[in-house]
């Protein structure tokens, strides 16, 4: 499956940003989508993700109680709405498709291109 993600860009600390992925391939053929981050100089991490229900879902320590999953089965898109950025939170967002649900990087098959989150101070 392909994966775009999209909504990327600069805001200030304290703003939000909402993040898309849009796959190539109906959505029950990957029942798990999340969404990854890598920073400059860092390995990628867990964000969060979510089950084919749009029901169950995971959140790394640092996105609970800011970010939130969601899907849109009907047109195939998993999005991440982002609120109370901080600086911290700079970083490439990939989404990653699987069948795997779970927060490790090797449970996901499929990865988008990554959006670049810029967060200033």
């Known amino acids: 499956v392909q994966l775009q993600a999209s909504g990327g860009g600069l805001v200030q600390a304290g703003g939000s940003l909402r993040l898309s992925c849009a796959a190539s391939?109906?959505?029950?053929?990957?029942?798990?989508m999340g969404w990854f981050r890598q920073a400059p100089g860092k390995e990628r991490e867990f964000v969060a993700t979510?089950?084919?229900?749009?029901?169950?879902?995971i959140y790394s320590d640092s996105a609970k109680g800011r970010f939130t999953i969601s899907r849109d089965n009907a047109k195939d898109t998993v999005y991440l709405q982002m609120n109370a950025l901080n600086p911290g939170d700079t970083a490439i967002y990939y989404c990653?498709?699987?069948?795997?649900?779970?927060?490790?990087?090797?449970?996901?098959?499929?990865w988008g291109q990554g959006t670049l989150v810029t967060v200033s101070s």
């Open positions: 979510i089950w084919w229900n749009d029901v169950n879902t």
């Open positions: 391939e109906r959505s029950i053929r990957h029942p798990v």
């Open positions: 990653a498709a699987g069948d795997t649900y779970g927060t490790s990087l090797s449970g996901y098959k499929s």
